[in-house]
Protein backbone atom coordinates (compact mmCIF):
# COMPACT_ATOMS: atom_id res chain seq x y z
CA UNK A 1 0.00 0.00 0.00
CA UNK A 2 1.42 3.36 -0.80
CA UNK A 3 1.35 5.59 2.19
CA UNK A 4 1.57 9.35 1.88
CA UNK A 5 2.99 11.37 4.90
CA UNK A 6 2.34 15.13 4.44
CA UNK A 7 5.10 17.36 5.86
CA UNK A 8 5.13 21.01 6.10
CA UNK A 9 8.91 22.59 6.05
CA UNK A 10 8.69 26.11 6.89
CA UNK A 11 7.54 27.45 10.24
CA UNK A 12 5.96 24.13 11.27
CA UNK A 13 4.37 23.50 14.67
CA UNK A 14 3.83 27.16 15.35
CA UNK A 15 1.66 26.52 18.22
CA UNK A 16 4.09 24.99 20.18
CA UNK A 17 5.94 28.21 20.09
CA UNK A 18 5.19 28.78 24.01
CA UNK A 19 7.39 25.26 25.24
CA UNK A 20 9.76 25.73 21.73
CA UNK A 21 11.62 28.01 20.14
CA UNK A 22 11.96 28.12 16.04
CA UNK A 23 14.71 25.65 15.76
CA UNK A 24 13.89 23.31 18.52
CA UNK A 25 10.41 22.86 16.99
CA UNK A 26 11.99 22.34 13.62
CA UNK A 27 13.76 19.68 14.93
CA UNK A 28 10.82 17.66 16.80
CA UNK A 29 8.93 18.14 13.95
CA UNK A 30 11.62 16.02 12.03
CA UNK A 31 12.00 13.76 15.04
CA UNK A 32 7.90 13.41 14.86
CA UNK A 33 7.86 12.40 10.82
CA UNK A 34 11.18 10.43 11.64
CA UNK A 35 9.07 8.02 13.83
CA UNK A 36 6.08 8.16 12.03
CA UNK A 37 8.12 7.15 9.13
CA UNK A 38 9.62 4.18 10.87
CA UNK A 39 6.23 3.11 11.94
CA UNK A 40 4.42 2.58 8.61
CA UNK A 41 7.84 0.71 7.94
CA UNK A 42 7.58 -1.38 10.27
CA UNK A 43 3.63 -2.06 10.11
CA UNK A 44 4.87 -3.45 6.25
CA UNK A 45 4.48 -0.61 3.63
CA UNK A 46 6.88 1.88 2.15
CA UNK A 47 5.47 5.35 3.53
CA UNK A 48 6.34 8.29 0.74
CA UNK A 49 6.88 11.85 2.50
CA UNK A 50 4.50 14.63 0.67
CA UNK A 51 6.83 17.73 1.48
CA UNK A 52 6.62 21.72 0.88
CA UNK A 53 10.10 21.57 0.30
CA UNK A 54 13.26 19.43 0.42
CA UNK A 55 13.47 17.62 3.63
CA UNK A 56 16.19 14.90 4.25
CA UNK A 57 14.43 11.28 5.62
CA UNK A 58 15.03 8.08 5.20
CA UNK A 59 12.44 7.53 2.45
CA UNK A 60 11.50 8.65 -0.72
CA UNK A 61 9.64 12.36 -0.85
CA UNK A 62 7.91 14.44 -3.55
CA UNK A 63 7.63 18.18 -3.34
CA UNK A 64 4.65 19.96 -4.05
CA UNK A 65 4.42 23.49 -2.08
CA UNK A 66 0.83 23.75 -2.23
CA UNK A 67 -1.49 23.75 0.97
CA UNK A 68 -2.35 20.39 2.22
CA UNK A 69 -5.43 19.86 0.47
CA UNK A 70 -4.75 20.39 -2.46
CA UNK A 71 -1.42 18.86 -2.25
CA UNK A 72 -3.21 15.43 -1.20
CA UNK A 73 -5.63 15.31 -3.87
CA UNK A 74 -3.07 15.69 -6.40
CA UNK A 75 -1.10 12.92 -4.99
CA UNK A 76 -4.82 10.99 -4.85
CA UNK A 77 -5.28 12.39 -8.51
CA UNK A 78 -2.09 11.09 -9.32
CA UNK A 79 -2.40 7.67 -7.58
CA UNK A 80 -6.14 6.69 -9.14
CA UNK A 81 -5.90 8.52 -12.39
CA UNK A 82 -6.44 6.74 -15.65
CA UNK A 83 -2.37 6.33 -16.20
CA UNK A 84 -1.81 4.96 -13.04
CA UNK A 85 -0.90 1.65 -12.20
CA UNK A 86 -2.26 2.46 -9.03
CA UNK A 87 -5.99 2.55 -9.52
CA UNK A 88 -6.81 -0.85 -7.83
CA UNK A 89 -4.51 -0.62 -4.88
CA UNK A 90 -5.45 1.33 -1.75
CA UNK A 91 -3.51 4.53 -1.06
CA UNK A 92 -3.12 5.97 2.72
CA UNK A 93 -2.20 9.51 4.11
CA UNK A 94 -0.98 9.77 7.49
CA UNK A 95 0.28 12.86 9.45
CA UNK A 96 3.72 13.35 10.25
CA UNK A 97 2.55 14.78 13.72
CA UNK A 98 1.30 11.40 15.56
CA UNK A 99 4.02 11.27 17.23
CA UNK A 100 2.64 7.96 19.30
CA UNK A 101 2.13 5.67 16.23
CA UNK A 102 3.16 2.63 16.34
CA UNK A 103 3.24 -0.21 14.22
CA UNK A 104 0.45 -2.02 15.65
CA UNK A 105 -1.96 1.18 15.60
CA UNK A 106 -1.37 1.54 11.66
CA UNK A 107 -1.95 -2.30 10.90
CA UNK A 108 -5.06 -1.90 12.94
CA UNK A 109 -6.00 1.29 10.21
CA UNK A 110 -4.80 -0.38 7.30
CA UNK A 111 -6.24 -3.74 7.98
CA UNK A 112 -9.84 -1.97 8.66
CA UNK A 113 -12.23 -3.01 6.09
CA UNK A 114 -14.06 0.03 4.38
CA UNK A 115 -13.61 2.00 1.11
CA UNK A 116 -12.48 4.91 3.01
CA UNK A 117 -11.47 4.00 6.56
CA UNK A 118 -10.54 7.02 8.92
CA UNK A 119 -8.59 7.64 12.00
CA UNK A 120 -10.05 10.69 13.20
CA UNK A 121 -8.41 13.26 15.40
CA UNK A 122 -8.83 14.63 18.21
CA UNK A 123 -10.91 18.19 17.62
CA UNK A 124 -12.70 17.13 14.40
CA UNK A 125 -9.51 16.63 12.78
CA UNK A 126 -8.79 13.29 10.06
CA UNK A 127 -5.34 12.20 11.72
CA UNK A 128 -5.14 9.20 8.88
CA UNK A 129 -7.21 7.48 6.40
CA UNK A 130 -7.39 4.71 4.16
CA UNK A 131 -8.92 4.74 0.77
CA UNK A 132 -9.51 2.44 -1.82
CA UNK A 133 -12.13 4.35 -3.69
CA UNK A 134 -10.61 6.19 -6.17
CA UNK A 135 -13.24 9.49 -6.28
CA UNK A 136 -12.95 10.05 -2.59
CA UNK A 137 -11.08 13.93 -2.34
CA UNK A 138 -10.10 15.65 0.72
CA UNK A 139 -10.59 19.03 2.50
CA UNK A 140 -8.69 19.18 5.32
CA UNK A 141 -10.03 22.59 6.78
CA UNK A 142 -12.03 22.63 9.94
CA UNK A 143 -14.20 19.68 10.80
CA UNK A 144 -12.78 18.16 8.21
CA UNK A 145 -13.76 14.33 10.04
CA UNK A 146 -17.17 15.16 10.01
CA UNK A 147 -16.27 16.71 5.96
CA UNK A 148 -15.17 13.52 4.63
CA UNK A 149 -17.54 11.04 5.95
CA UNK A 150 -19.60 13.65 4.36
CA UNK A 151 -17.24 13.01 0.69
CA UNK A 152 -16.69 10.17 1.49
CA UNK A 153 -20.92 9.04 1.49
CA UNK A 154 -21.48 11.10 -1.57
CA UNK A 155 -18.99 8.99 -3.72
CA UNK A 156 -21.15 6.03 -2.35
CA UNK A 157 -17.83 4.82 0.01
CA UNK A 158 -18.38 2.30 2.88
CA UNK A 159 -16.81 4.12 5.30
CA UNK A 160 -14.87 2.48 8.09
CA UNK A 161 -13.42 3.41 11.39
CA UNK A 162 -10.40 3.01 13.59
CA UNK A 163 -10.93 3.39 16.92
CA UNK A 164 -7.06 4.76 18.01
CA UNK A 165 -5.90 6.76 20.87
CA UNK A 166 -2.53 6.81 19.56
CA UNK A 167 -3.83 7.58 15.99
CA UNK A 168 -5.77 10.03 17.25
CA UNK A 169 -3.11 12.21 19.36
CA UNK A 170 -1.47 14.90 16.70
CA UNK A 171 1.22 17.23 18.81
CA UNK A 172 -0.16 20.62 17.88
CA UNK A 173 0.09 22.18 21.84
CA UNK A 174 1.98 22.20 24.71
CA UNK A 175 -0.74 20.00 26.28
CA UNK A 176 -0.19 17.36 23.92
CA UNK A 177 3.99 16.97 25.14
CA UNK A 178 2.40 15.58 27.70
CA UNK A 179 1.01 12.14 25.91
CA UNK A 180 4.28 11.80 24.23
CA UNK A 181 5.94 11.73 27.30
CA UNK A 182 3.50 9.68 28.63
CA UNK A 183 3.21 6.91 25.57
CA UNK A 184 6.19 7.62 23.62
CA UNK A 185 8.98 5.82 23.12
CA UNK A 186 10.79 7.24 19.69
CA UNK A 187 12.95 10.13 18.93
CA UNK A 188 10.24 12.65 19.78
CA UNK A 189 10.17 11.32 23.15
CA UNK A 190 13.84 11.46 23.50
CA UNK A 191 14.23 14.65 22.06
CA UNK A 192 11.86 15.96 25.04
CA UNK A 193 13.90 14.12 27.14
CA UNK A 194 17.16 15.25 26.03
CA UNK A 195 15.40 19.40 26.22
CA UNK A 196 14.86 18.59 29.63
CA UNK A 197 10.93 18.57 29.91
CA UNK A 198 9.69 16.45 32.67
CA UNK A 199 5.86 15.69 33.66
CA UNK A 200 4.17 17.75 36.61
CA UNK A 201 1.14 17.46 38.12
CA UNK A 202 -0.54 21.16 39.08
CA UNK A 203 -4.11 20.82 40.91
CA UNK A 204 -4.85 17.33 39.65
CA UNK A 205 -3.60 18.27 36.04
CA UNK A 206 -0.66 16.84 34.01
CA UNK A 207 1.21 19.22 32.41
CA UNK A 208 5.06 19.43 31.42
CA UNK A 209 7.54 21.56 33.25
CA UNK A 210 11.38 21.91 31.44
CA UNK A 211 14.61 21.74 33.65
CA UNK A 212 16.83 24.60 33.57
CA UNK A 213 19.69 23.36 31.24
CA UNK A 214 23.60 24.47 32.92
CA UNK B 1 -17.22 -9.81 35.13
CA UNK B 2 -18.51 -6.94 37.83
CA UNK B 3 -17.90 -3.54 36.01
CA UNK B 4 -17.93 -0.93 38.83
CA UNK B 5 -18.61 3.11 37.52
CA UNK B 6 -17.50 5.77 40.00
CA UNK B 7 -19.57 8.87 40.09
CA UNK B 8 -19.48 12.21 42.09
CA UNK B 9 -22.99 13.35 42.67
CA UNK B 10 -21.75 16.30 44.89
CA UNK B 11 -20.74 19.52 42.37
CA UNK B 12 -19.59 17.07 39.13
CA UNK B 13 -17.79 18.38 36.58
CA UNK B 14 -16.53 21.78 37.81
CA UNK B 15 -13.99 22.08 34.62
CA UNK B 16 -17.26 22.14 32.50
CA UNK B 17 -18.06 25.86 34.05
CA UNK B 18 -17.20 28.05 31.57
CA UNK B 19 -20.37 26.31 28.98
CA UNK B 20 -22.52 25.32 31.50
CA UNK B 21 -24.33 26.50 34.66
CA UNK B 22 -24.52 24.04 37.74
CA UNK B 23 -27.81 22.90 37.24
CA UNK B 24 -26.96 21.83 33.18
CA UNK B 25 -23.20 20.06 34.72
CA UNK B 26 -24.96 18.24 36.97
CA UNK B 27 -27.66 16.90 34.36
CA UNK B 28 -24.80 16.65 31.77
CA UNK B 29 -22.95 14.24 34.52
CA UNK B 30 -25.92 12.26 34.61
CA UNK B 31 -26.48 11.88 31.38
CA UNK B 32 -23.03 10.11 30.86
CA UNK B 33 -23.26 7.99 33.18
CA UNK B 34 -26.24 6.86 31.99
CA UNK B 35 -24.54 6.30 28.25
CA UNK B 36 -21.93 4.87 29.84
CA UNK B 37 -23.91 2.12 32.08
CA UNK B 38 -25.82 1.47 28.96
CA UNK B 39 -22.82 0.46 27.05
CA UNK B 40 -21.11 -1.77 29.73
CA UNK B 41 -24.55 -3.58 29.42
CA UNK B 42 -24.87 -3.85 25.96
CA UNK B 43 -20.86 -4.80 26.16
CA UNK B 44 -22.63 -7.88 28.06
CA UNK B 45 -22.10 -6.80 31.49
CA UNK B 46 -24.14 -5.43 34.53
CA UNK B 47 -22.87 -2.15 35.78
CA UNK B 48 -22.75 -1.10 39.61
CA UNK B 49 -22.66 2.71 40.41
CA UNK B 50 -20.46 3.07 43.15
CA UNK B 51 -21.70 6.41 43.82
CA UNK B 52 -20.71 9.21 46.37
CA UNK B 53 -24.49 10.00 47.64
CA UNK B 54 -27.99 8.50 46.10
CA UNK B 55 -28.34 8.50 42.65
CA UNK B 56 -31.21 7.53 40.84
CA UNK B 57 -30.10 5.23 37.78
CA UNK B 58 -30.97 1.82 35.92
CA UNK B 59 -28.54 0.14 37.56
CA UNK B 60 -27.59 -0.93 41.38
CA UNK B 61 -25.60 1.15 43.32
CA UNK B 62 -22.97 1.21 46.05
CA UNK B 63 -22.51 4.81 48.04
CA UNK B 64 -19.02 5.30 49.67
CA UNK B 65 -18.74 8.33 50.19
CA UNK B 66 -14.73 8.44 50.70
CA UNK B 67 -12.48 9.83 47.65
CA UNK B 68 -12.37 8.25 44.46
CA UNK B 69 -9.07 6.04 45.64
CA UNK B 70 -10.34 5.08 48.46
CA UNK B 71 -13.56 4.04 46.98
CA UNK B 72 -12.31 2.07 44.30
CA UNK B 73 -9.75 -0.10 46.84
CA UNK B 74 -12.50 -0.55 49.10
CA UNK B 75 -14.48 -1.83 46.55
CA UNK B 76 -11.55 -4.06 45.14
CA UNK B 77 -10.75 -5.42 48.66
CA UNK B 78 -14.09 -6.36 48.87
CA UNK B 79 -14.69 -7.90 45.24
CA UNK B 80 -10.70 -10.06 45.86
CA UNK B 81 -11.24 -10.17 49.83
CA UNK B 82 -10.79 -13.64 51.37
CA UNK B 83 -14.82 -14.46 52.41
CA UNK B 84 -15.54 -13.03 48.72
CA UNK B 85 -16.83 -15.18 45.95
CA UNK B 86 -15.39 -13.12 43.11
CA UNK B 87 -11.57 -13.83 44.05
CA UNK B 88 -11.31 -15.86 40.55
CA UNK B 89 -13.52 -13.16 38.85
CA UNK B 90 -11.97 -9.98 36.76
CA UNK B 91 -13.44 -6.43 38.17
CA UNK B 92 -13.46 -3.60 35.87
CA UNK B 93 -13.67 0.03 37.12
CA UNK B 94 -14.62 2.88 33.78
CA UNK B 95 -15.12 6.21 34.37
CA UNK B 96 -18.35 7.33 34.46
CA UNK B 97 -17.82 10.29 31.98
CA UNK B 98 -16.32 8.44 28.82
CA UNK B 99 -19.49 10.03 26.62
CA UNK B 100 -17.79 8.20 23.78
CA UNK B 101 -17.76 4.66 24.73
CA UNK B 102 -19.11 1.95 23.12
CA UNK B 103 -20.03 -1.45 23.71
CA UNK B 104 -17.09 -2.14 21.18
CA UNK B 105 -14.64 -0.13 22.64
CA UNK B 106 -15.36 -1.43 26.08
CA UNK B 107 -15.63 -5.40 24.64
CA UNK B 108 -11.74 -4.58 23.42
CA UNK B 109 -11.23 -3.51 26.58
CA UNK B 110 -12.24 -6.40 28.82
CA UNK B 111 -11.24 -8.86 26.04
CA UNK B 112 -7.62 -7.88 25.95
CA UNK B 113 -5.20 -10.18 27.83
CA UNK B 114 -3.32 -9.31 30.94
CA UNK B 115 -3.39 -9.45 34.24
CA UNK B 116 -4.28 -5.77 34.23
CA UNK B 117 -5.51 -3.87 31.91
CA UNK B 118 -5.72 -0.49 31.42
CA UNK B 119 -7.20 2.52 28.57
CA UNK B 120 -4.93 5.07 29.47
CA UNK B 121 -6.92 8.78 29.08
CA UNK B 122 -5.63 11.51 28.22
CA UNK B 123 -3.03 13.38 30.47
CA UNK B 124 -1.92 10.27 31.98
CA UNK B 125 -5.46 9.67 33.67
CA UNK B 126 -6.26 5.99 33.80
CA UNK B 127 -9.75 6.16 32.65
CA UNK B 128 -10.78 2.12 32.66
CA UNK B 129 -9.21 -1.15 33.94
CA UNK B 130 -10.00 -4.47 33.83
CA UNK B 131 -7.79 -6.04 36.91
CA UNK B 132 -7.38 -10.09 37.12
CA UNK B 133 -5.09 -9.55 39.92
CA UNK B 134 -6.23 -9.61 43.56
CA UNK B 135 -2.95 -7.43 44.59
CA UNK B 136 -3.61 -4.72 42.49
CA UNK B 137 -4.75 -1.16 43.89
CA UNK B 138 -5.60 2.45 42.70
CA UNK B 139 -4.02 5.76 43.29
CA UNK B 140 -6.11 8.11 40.73
CA UNK B 141 -3.47 11.07 41.80
CA UNK B 142 -1.32 12.50 39.07
CA UNK B 143 -0.59 10.80 36.44
CA UNK B 144 -2.31 8.18 37.54
CA UNK B 145 -1.64 5.70 33.67
CA UNK B 146 2.45 5.92 34.76
CA UNK B 147 1.64 5.64 38.83
CA UNK B 148 -1.06 2.38 37.93
CA UNK B 149 1.80 0.39 35.74
CA UNK B 150 4.50 1.02 37.92
CA UNK B 151 1.61 -0.58 41.07
CA UNK B 152 0.62 -3.10 38.48
CA UNK B 153 4.89 -4.40 37.95
CA UNK B 154 5.02 -4.42 41.42
CA UNK B 155 2.46 -7.07 42.55
CA UNK B 156 3.83 -8.98 39.29
CA UNK B 157 0.98 -8.21 37.14
CA UNK B 158 1.42 -8.68 33.09
CA UNK B 159 0.29 -5.56 31.76
CA UNK B 160 -2.40 -5.13 29.13
CA UNK B 161 -2.81 -1.82 27.34
CA UNK B 162 -6.19 -1.10 25.02
CA UNK B 163 -5.59 1.59 22.41
CA UNK B 164 -8.87 3.35 21.85
CA UNK B 165 -9.82 6.84 21.77
CA UNK B 166 -13.64 6.24 22.63
CA UNK B 167 -12.22 5.27 26.32
CA UNK B 168 -9.47 8.05 26.06
CA UNK B 169 -11.94 10.68 26.41
CA UNK B 170 -13.02 11.71 29.33
CA UNK B 171 -14.95 15.25 29.41
CA UNK B 172 -14.20 17.43 31.46
CA UNK B 173 -13.68 21.19 29.78
CA UNK B 174 -15.50 22.59 27.12
CA UNK B 175 -13.13 21.84 24.81
CA UNK B 176 -13.73 18.10 25.52
CA UNK B 177 -17.75 19.16 24.13
CA UNK B 178 -15.94 18.79 20.42
CA UNK B 179 -15.86 15.05 20.72
CA UNK B 180 -19.28 14.55 22.03
CA UNK B 181 -20.84 16.43 19.11
CA UNK B 182 -18.55 15.15 16.65
CA UNK B 183 -18.62 11.59 18.20
CA UNK B 184 -21.43 10.89 20.38
CA UNK B 185 -24.82 9.34 19.55
CA UNK B 186 -26.11 8.76 23.29
CA UNK B 187 -27.70 10.85 25.88
CA UNK B 188 -24.65 13.50 26.60
CA UNK B 189 -24.87 14.24 22.40
CA UNK B 190 -28.40 14.75 23.07
CA UNK B 191 -28.34 16.94 26.01
CA UNK B 192 -25.99 19.20 24.54
CA UNK B 193 -27.95 19.58 20.70
CA UNK B 194 -30.85 20.28 23.25
CA UNK B 195 -28.69 22.74 25.08
CA UNK B 196 -28.30 24.28 21.88
CA UNK B 197 -24.21 23.23 21.54
CA UNK B 198 -23.25 23.46 18.22
CA UNK B 199 -19.05 23.28 16.29
CA UNK B 200 -17.85 26.04 15.42
CA UNK B 201 -14.67 26.65 13.12
CA UNK B 202 -12.29 28.99 14.08
CA UNK B 203 -8.42 30.19 12.93
CA UNK B 204 -8.68 26.54 11.93
CA UNK B 205 -9.69 24.85 15.44
CA UNK B 206 -12.58 23.58 16.34
CA UNK B 207 -14.50 24.81 19.14
CA UNK B 208 -18.00 24.56 20.05
CA UNK B 209 -20.24 27.67 20.31
CA UNK B 210 -23.73 28.00 22.01
CA UNK B 211 -26.94 29.46 20.16
CA UNK B 212 -29.08 31.80 21.90
CA UNK B 213 -32.36 30.14 23.14
CA UNK B 214 -35.38 31.70 23.06
Not at 7 to 31: C, I, Q, Y
Not at 34 to 47: C, I
Not at 181 to 202: I, K, M, P, V, Y
Amino acid sequence: MQVLVPFATDAPKTRLEPALSADERRAFARAMLADVLDAVGEAGHDPRVLSTGPVSVEAPVTIDERPLSEAVNAALDAHFGEDSSGADDPVAVVMADLALATPGALGRLFAEPGDVVFAPGRGGGTNAFVSRQPDFRVDYHGTSYLDHREIAGDVGAEIGVVDSFRLATDVDEPADLVEVLCHGDGRAREFLDAAGFELETTDGRVTVSRRDRP
